[in-house]
């Protein structure tokens, strides 16, 4: 069992948060000439490794926020979390 | 090679069986060889096989980081099937049961492939028009399909709920006779005695770290156990693939996910049938030892752990439990896990790609195990003769930005979703 620290509730179990996959990757912006390169690299390509991987998870059944999340995909263990809109440094 | 039969059985009988040959060597690794298969896996030692066999190509290498057999092939749940929609996955998988149906003669080494039949339960009225939409298209690809109603399916699985009080009450279901199970390690073993035999060199214990790429051409790979030269690579490594993407400045429309799966103690045979819940994702199949076989979900986000988590097993035994009620009073003996290449329209890709004399098989999801011998065999034509074959050609890397997805059921990696 996960137990991510929702930046809004503190720490909850896994069974709370809904996952939404890879935070990293960026929409191409609005209002500019968008190659299809682009949108198959935001819609399907990832990069999926092994080791620290940022992601999102929604807290579904607390406050419904989106959150950032820093996890380690193989041993699971989570470093950090952050608000949907925080600049990670 | 020694065959294996009968009278080899009583011979070696006399001796204590302390004279059998290896069923395969342990070489150290050549300098050059025509094909390097990356991963000792189903896929790649069915490819390696199928090089030898098909092909005439027998200078060929299978590294494996591990032990051969000891990823997916040997995790997975044995279901062997071919009940798709689309003509891709039909045509590609009946292909693959027609190989599952001589396996056995042809690798002289029995991989039990009980074909007993898969019946997909429906829950809805809605849900039986589109199984008979579905087992239609199976019929007009050649596939055996059959449409049972509640009774039809309680004559074959009684043991089920069929209550009319629960939430999902049995309407009726899909089956496909010819589908079954196989011993999944006898298919890895069987597959790499014979492409020993045959002069292909597996090499275990042996991490691939790095490629030799020049001018867009593969000119060979580094390993733990040295460089080794050559024009052509074949990538099967599953639930790893990305991470050999990286080491190639690809990225690929897979992402790794854990799926697990769990037996339960031995009981008395019960169940003759593999059968699979219609209101959710679990399936389960009696395996000869007694154990009811069972998976299900992915646990949901990207991992490379290769051990399971709680939520995902007990949500999948609840739907277990709700189809047949009886496996509540039934003790789990083992749950594990094991890295998935989930693609983002759930079916395969076996492809060129754009690096020269590199190819691609992956995005096995959920069914890896199945398509081992087709997988093999269209991977072997692909790397043989450098284009694919018109059973894979649908199976391309770049159908994702063409827009020509096989979305079969929709069972990519976002299961939030579907």
């Given at each position: 069992?996960?137990?991510?620290?929702?930046?809004?509730?503190?720490?909850?179990?896994?069974?709370?948060?809904?996952?939404?996959?890879?935070?990293?990757?960026?929409?191409?912006?609005?209002?500019?000439?968008?190659?299809?390169?682009?949108?198959?690299?935001?819609?399907?390509?990832?990069?999926?490794?092994?080791?620290?991987?940022?992601?999102?998870?929604?807290?579904?059944?607390?406050?419904?926020?989106?959150?950032?999340?820093?996890?380690?995909?193989?041993?699971?263990?989570?470093?950090?979390?952050?608000?949907a809109d925080e600049e990670i440094? | 090679?020694?065959?294996?039969?009968?009278?080899?059985?009583?011979?070696?009988?006399?001796?204590?069986?302390?004279?059998?040959?290896?069923?395969?060597?342990?070489?150290?690794?050549?300098?050059?060889?025509?094909?390097?298969?990356?991963?000792?896996?189903?896929?790649?030692?069915?490819?390696?096989?199928?090089?030898?066999?098909?092909?005439?190509?027998?200078?060929?290498?299978?590294?494996?980081?591990?032990?051969?057999?000891?990823?997916?092939?040997?995790?997975?749940?044995?279901?062997?099937?071919?009940?798709?929609?689309?003509?891709?996955?039909?045509?590609?998988?009946?292909?693959?049961?027609?190989?599952?149906?001589?396996?056995?003669?042809?690798?002289?080494?029995?991989?039990?492939?009980?074909?007993?039949?898969?019946?997909?339960?429906?829950?809805?009225?809605?849900?039986?028009?589109?199984?008979?939409?579905?087992?239609?298209?199976?019929?007009?690809?050649?596939?055996?399909?059959?449409?049972?109603?509640?009774?039809?399916v309680k004559e074959i699985i009684?043991?089920?709920?069929?209550?009319?009080?629960?939430?999902?009450?049995?309407?009726?279901?899909?089956?496909?006779?010819?589908?079954?199970?196989?011993?999944?390690?006898?298919?890895?073993?069987?597959?790499?005695?014979?492409?020993?035999?045959?002069?292909?060199?597996?090499?275990?214990?042996?991490?691939?770290?790095?490629?030799?790429?020049?001018?867009?051409?593969?000119?060979?790979?580094?390993?733990?156990?040295?460089?080794?030269?050559?024009?052509?690579?074949?990538?099967?490594?599953?639930?790893?693939?990305?991470?050999?993407?990286?080491?190639?400045?690809?990225?690929?429309?897979?992402?790794?996910?854990?799926?697990?799966?769990?037996?339960?103690?031995?009981?008395?045979?019960?169940?003759?049938?593999?059968?699979?819940?219609?209101?959710?994702?679990?399936?389960?199949?009696?395996?000869?030892?007694?154990?009811?076989?069972?998976?299900?979900?992915?646990?949901?986000?990207?991992?490379?752990?290769?051990?399971?988590?709680?939520?995902?097993?007990?949500?999948?035994?609840?739907?277990?439990?709700?189809?047949?009620?009886?496996?509540?009073?039934?003790?789990?003996?083992?749950?594990?896990?094991?890295?998935?290449?989930?693609?983002?329209?759930?079916?395969?890709?076996?492809?060129?790609?754009?690096?020269?004399?590199?190819?691609?098989?992956?995005?096995?999801?959920?069914?890896?195990?199945?398509?081992?011998?087709?997988?093999?065999?269209?991977?072997?034509?692909?790397?043989?003769?450098?284009?694919?074959?018109?059973?894979?050609?649908g199976f391309s890397l770049n159908?994702?930005?063409?827009?020509?997805?096989?979305?079969?059921?929709?069972?990519?990696?976002?299961?939030?979703?579907?």
């Amino acid at each position: 069992m996960l137990h991510i620290k929702c930046p809004h509730c503190g720490m909850r179990s896994q069974n709370e948060f809904s996952y939404g996959g890879d935070a990293s990757v960026k929409r191409p912006e609005l209002n500019k000439e968008i190659s299809d390169e682009e949108w198959d690299n935001f819609v399907y390509n990832r990069k999926s490794l092994r080791g620290k991987h940022l992601e999102l998870w929604q807290h579904l059944s607390g406050c419904r926020q989106w959150i950032k999340v820093e996890r380690d995909t193989a041993t699971h263990e989570i470093f950090n979390t952050y608000k949907a809109d925080e600049e990670i440094s | 090679m020694q065959k294996y039969s009968i009278f080899n059985l009583v011979k070696n009988a006399f001796s204590n069986h302390e004279n059998w040959d290896l069923a395969w060597k342990d070489p150290t690794p050549k300098e050059e060889y025509d094909v390097v298969i990356i991963g000792g896996g189903g896929h790649g030692l069915a490819t390696a096989y199928y090089l030898a066999k098909e092909h005439n190509i027998t200078k060929v290498a299978i590294i494996e980081k591990g032990w051969i057999g000891g990823g997916n092939v040997g995790r997975n749940t044995t279901i062997i099937r071919s009940n798709y929609m689309h003509d891709e996955n039909a045509l590609f998988s009946e292909f693959g049961m027609d190989l599952w149906r001589k396996m056995s003669q042809d690798l002289n080494y029995n991989v039990m492939f009980s074909p007993r039949g898969i019946i997909n339960l429906a829950h809805s009225d809605a849900q039986m028009n589109t199984y008979a939409r579905r087992g239609n298209s199976m019929r007009l690809n050649g596939i055996d399909a059959v449409l049972l109603n509640r009774e039809q399916v309680k004559e074959i699985i009684p043991m089920a709920d069929f209550s009319e009080n629960v939430r999902f009450p049995i309407f009726g279901g899909l089956m496909q006779p010819s589908a079954g199970t196989a011993r999944h390690d006898a298919v890895a073993w069987g597959y790499a005695r014979q492409a020993d035999s045959m002069g292909v060199d597996i090499i275990q214990n042996c991490e691939v770290t790095g490629f030799d790429i020049t001018a867009g051409k593969i000119n060979g790979i580094r390993t733990s156990r040295g460089n080794i030269k050559t024009k052509k690579v074949g990538l099967c490594v599953a639930g790893s693939t990305n991470i050999l993407a990286e080491k190639l400045n690809m990225t690929l429309p897979i992402e790794t996910h854990l799926l697990q799966a769990c037996v339960s103690e031995p009981v008395k045979p019960i169940l003759d049938r593999v059968v699979t819940f219609g209101a959710g994702h679990f399936y389960i199949s009696q395996s000869d030892k007694g154990e009811m076989v069972m998976g299900g979900d992915l646990d949901g986000y990207n991992s490379y752990a290769q051990r399971g988590n709680l939520p995902t097993l007990q949500h999948v035994l609840t739907e277990g439990i709700a189809m047949m009620p009886f496996l509540s009073k039934l003790k789990m003996l083992r749950t594990w896990g094991g890295i998935m290449d989930m693609s983002m329209d759930g079916s395969p890709i076996i492809d060129k790609t754009h690096i020269d004399g590199l190819y691609l098989n992956c995005g096995w999801c959920y069914g890896g195990f199945k398509a081992t011998p087709a997988s093999g065999w269209t991977f072997a034509h692909t790397i043989a003769q450098d284009r694919v074959h018109e059973l894979n050609a649908g199976f391309s890397l770049n159908r994702f930005s063409t827009g020509y997805l096989i979305d079969e059921k929709g069972l990519g990696t976002k299961t939030w979703i579907s």
